[in-house]
């Protein structure tokens, strides 16, 4: 049973550029969340996505950033005109129906240069 | 806004010592998880508490739940070099919209010297 798959595991874009991440979670899981883990700071809740709906975007920055979960296909959190502070590790997690337990990928590691 | 405050930030011990981290918040929340994250790699999950006051046992490692489920702990005991990392535990809230959504510590980071 594969765990939470991210791609890429690096990525480095020009000032400007868009980066798109992207996540398939566990089998069976139906919800995904992204976090940010900016250098030096823990983990922060970004979006959470069940399949089709956003369901909570209250960690999200208001401009530049999006993310989806269609009904076919990964999730995608779509960075727009990156800036260098948007250089960090992104992370995936995704749950089961009904549980608490979010299992995590390995992460994309965004560098703006 | 939820918070969790994980202490102590650093731990450099020797191998063989006891150590405990610490979780607390001033808001309950429904079960509470740590991780454990290697550098350049995603959180792993080593236990999920549920039940105020349950404690829960992993080889060399206790969980506990607080009572009020509102803090909690990880004690490992004999500590070993393989024990090396960042700790961090997370909060979830069940019910609305904010189902499932964790809510981190800061970490701990762990060094055992052989």
């Known amino acids: 049973n594969a765990g939470v798959m991210q791609n890429p595991r690096h990525l480095v874009r020009r000032r400007g550029q868009e980066a798109r991440l992207r996540c398939s979670p566990m089998k069976g899981h139906s919800h995904v969340y992204w976090y940010r883990q900016l250098p030096e700071e823990g983990l922060k809740f970004m979006v959470y996505?069940?399949?089709?709906?956003?369901?909570?975007e209250s960690g999200m920055p208001k401009e530049r950033f999006s993310a989806e979960f269609p009904k076919e296909g990964p999730s995608i959190l779509r960075i727009q005109q990156v800036v260098r502070g948007d250089s960090a590790a992104y992370f995936c997690?995704?749950?089961?129906?009904?549980?608490?337990?979010?299992?995590f990928g390995q992460g994309t590691r965004l560098t703006v240069v | 806004t939820q918070l969790l405050e994980q202490s102590p930030q650093f731990l450099s011990i020797q191998e063989g010592e006891n150590l405990t981290v610490y979780c607390n918040s001033s808001s309950v929340f429904s079960s509470l998880q740590w991780y454990r994250q290697e550098p350049g790699e995603g959180p792993v999950l080593l236990v999920t508490?549920?039940?105020?006051?349950e404690v829960k046992k992993l080889k060399r490692l206790t969980f506990q739940f607080g009572d009020a489920r509102k803090d909690s702990s990880l004690h490992i005991t004999a500590a070993q070099p393989g024990d090396t990392g960042l700790y961090l535990c997370?909060?979830?809230?069940?019910?609305?919209?904010?189902?499932?959504?964790?809510?981190f510590g800061q970490g701990t980071i762990l060094t055992v010297h052989p």
């Open positions: 997370a909060g979830a809230n069940a019910g609305g919209t904010s189902y499932g959504k964790l809510t």
């Open positions: 508490v549920v039940t105020g006051g």
């Open positions: 997690a995704s749950s089961p129906l009904f549980g608490d337990e979010a299992f």
């Open positions: 996505l069940q399949k089709e709906n956003i369901i909570d």
